[in-house]
């Protein structure tokens, strides 16, 4: 495989609705996609929204959640200093990458979702059938991208996200502004979802998602396939 460029789009969202609490990018998340792009070779550019410091969600620091990923991830100075100081969406030539991906966090369903300067971006990549991962509530990214007949991008996708099922375990049905799996159906999609926390991946062609964070390595390792296909 050729050096690829990949471009990794996380939130700048750091707020949990009205709760007072925090939230970010899901660690493993990026963690996990990070290191299987940088292990094939490629070279990875983090942008977000607003540029700058990347918001981590301080859950998914705590012991318990931590990996291999993440904690390389930790101690890596390189990567730490990515995400002091990640590129503007704004600023970014969609030409210039040959994968797009988002992880998750709670932070996509407020940043992310129905966002223009996103939009433009997953709209680039489509239209050169480039591979585009998502995980988790990155899968939020997607709402709000219409094709150019005016219809919405994921009617008649078939993807999965994070479920209705796994936000009621965490407790925030009523916090997130939408729900994910409700909105993805709505608007057309073919939603699939496996049980609550394990792996599960759906491919659609250049368009690759995961459901929840035990997703990550295998929606990062199927986004990477989907390069050599095309």
């Known amino acids: 495989m050729k050096n690829l460029n990949v471009l990794i789009v996380t939130t700048s969202h750091d707020k949990l609705g009205n709760t007072g609490e925090k939230t970010g990018v899901w660690l493993e998340e990026l963690a996990a996609p990070y290191y299987n792009f940088i292990n094939e070779g ?3 550019t983090i ?3 607003k540029g700058g410091i990347v918001p981590l969600d301080p859950t998914s620091k705590q012991p318990d959640w931590q990996t291999e990923y993440t904690k390389q991830f930790n101690n890596d100075t390189v990567a730490t200093a990515a995400i002091q100081d990640a590129k503007k969406i704004s600023d970014i030539n969609p030409s210039e990458y040959d994968v797009l991906f988002f992880p998750g966090g709670h932070g996509p369903m407020w940043d992310l979702s129905d966002n223009s300067e996103v939009a433009k ?3 680039a990549f489509n239209t050169e059938d480039k591979p585009i991962g998502l995980v988790c509530h990155g899968v939020a990214a997607l ?3 219409m094709l150019d007949n005016n219809t919405p991008l994921v ?4 993807l999965t996200s994070f479920t209705n099922t796994e ?9 997130v502004p939408f729900l994910l ?7 057309g999609a073919i939603y699939r979802k496996g049980e609550d926390w394990s792996e599960f991946v759906i491919e659609d062609g250049n368009l690759i998602t995961g459901q929840n964070p035990q997703s990550s ?3 990062a390792k199927k986004t990477l396939e989907a390069v050599q296909v095309n």
């Open 181 to 187: 799996e409700t909105e993805l159906t709505n608007d």
């Open 47 to 49: 942008a977000s929204p």
């Open 121 to 123: 971006l997953i709209t």
């Open 155 to 158: 009617k008649g996708r078939r």
């Open 42 to 44: 490629a070279v990875v």
């Open 143 to 145: 709402k709000g991208v």
């Open 217 to 219: 390595v295998l929606a």
């Open 167 to 175: 936000e009621a375990a965490v407790q925030l049905t009523e916090v």
